[in-house]
């Protein structure tokens, strides 16, 4: 059986993961595309034989759509998310789950009605084989009990439109998600301080490194370079009582020439996580064929931006803020 995606916004991520579904991928095809940018929705349509529509309603909406993907910019998201639950078809939802914890909110009691989880996030390091090792060695308790996760996430650039708050709302995001799926751990508090500012960061406050208390008692922290010029580079170590474990470089090959060794540094999150992307997708396919989702959750989108969202307001106020987690639904408990 093969799954039929209607995919609302297809920008660079949304393209990018068309051509996965459509070229790398099996047992899918798109069916159905819309884009606000009519004439680029209309190009990517006709490169895959998919039909266009005018709204992201109508895609969901769409008779021959069993499933939905939205890619489109952050804002829209939960609108769709909730349309896509209420017809009760599988969606599949890019990072953020929504930019106020008011619509994260609306999103959870929205599946928590329905009894099943429909949403999957776009937490694709979830499925990162080097992050998955690094969760199976925690586990085996080769490194004792973790007591500090140190993140480093790397851009090269970032887009003129991007500001301060976005490095944690738009990119340390994933390094909170992962620290939680790491540690099994939820935060209770933040901090967030800025060394001297990069000098082509055209004023940005960039880096930043943030400091986040979670409950069991370990620390993490997130260093977030966004306009570092070499490449993208995502860095992780996580310290424990009797021993560490690191991310490694993921070289095919180490070159030795003229007295040095080199490797290649990955240019974008295209690069880097493209096994993690198609893994992702795998997992989603099939729990959608089979009416569900996969991996990270609305509550996995829920605990990211309320995080990032205070993390932004300890921007501002160079103070300690502290998190409180509404009641995690039973319909999360299994993750
Ligand atoms: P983009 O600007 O390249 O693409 C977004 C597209 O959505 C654009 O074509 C825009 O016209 C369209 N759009 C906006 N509002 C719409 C609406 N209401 N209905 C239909 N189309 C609409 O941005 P992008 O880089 O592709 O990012 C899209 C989303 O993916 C963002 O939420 C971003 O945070 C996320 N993202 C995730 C990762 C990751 O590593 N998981 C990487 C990049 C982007
Ligand atoms: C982008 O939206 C992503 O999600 C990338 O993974 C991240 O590295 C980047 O900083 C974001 O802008």
Excluded at 5 to 20: C, E, K, L, P, Y
Excluded at 66 to 89: C, D, F, M, N, Q
Aim: net charge negative; aromatic share 6%; with cysteine.
């Amino acid at each position: 059986m093969t799954l039929q995606i209607g995919v609302i916004g297809v920008g660079m991520i949304g393209q990018d993961h068309i051509r996965r579904l459509t070229t790398v991928l099996a047992g899918a095809s798109v069916v159905a595309v819309s884009d606000v940018e009519a004439t680029q929705a209309q190009e990517v349509a006709a490169r895959i034989d998919a039909k266009t529509y005018l709204t992201g309603e109508e895609v969901i909406s769409a008779s021959d759509v069993e499933a939905v993907i939205v890619t489109s910019w952050g804002p829209t998201h939960a609108r769709y998310v909730l349309a896509a639950i209420a017809a009760g078809k599988p969606v599949f939802c890019e990072k953020p789950l929504a930019e106020t914890v008011e619509d994260c909110e609306a999103v959870l009691n929205a599946e928590t009605k329905r009894g099943k989880r429909l949403v999957q996030l776009g937490f694709m390091r979830r499925f990162d084989a080097q992050y998955r090792a690094m969760k199976e060695t925690i586990l085996s308790g080769a490194i004792g009990a973790p007591l500090i996760f140190q993140s480093g996430h790397r851009n090269p650039s970032v887009p003129g439109y991007y500001t301060a708050n976005n490095a944690l709302t738009d990119t340390a995001v994933h390094d909170i998600d992962i620290a939680r799926f790491l540690l099994d751990d939820e935060p209770i508090a933040i901090s967030v301080m800025a060394p001297r500012k990069n000098s082509r960061g055209n004023g940005l406050a960039d880096p930043l490194l943030t400091l986040i208390e979670m409950r069991a008692g370990a620390l993490v922290a997130i260093e977030t370079s966004v306009n570092i010029a070499y490449a993208y580079d995502i860095r992780g170590e996580v310290i424990g009582e009797t021993g560490v474990v690191t991310l490694a470089e993921r070289n095919d090959v180490v070159v030795k020439a003229n007295g040095m060794f080199s490797g290649r540094v990955p240019a974008d999150w295209r690069e880097r996580f493209v096994d993690a992307f198609d893994a992702e997708f795998r997992a989603w396919i099939a729990a959608a064929k089979a009416g569900g989702a996969a991996g990270p959750s609305a509550w996995d989108g829920y605990v990211a931006t309320i995080t990032s969202g205070i993390g932004a307001k300890a921007i501002a106020s160079g103070d300690r803020e502290t998190i409180t987690l509404r009641h995690r639904p039973p319909v999360y408990s299994a993750n």
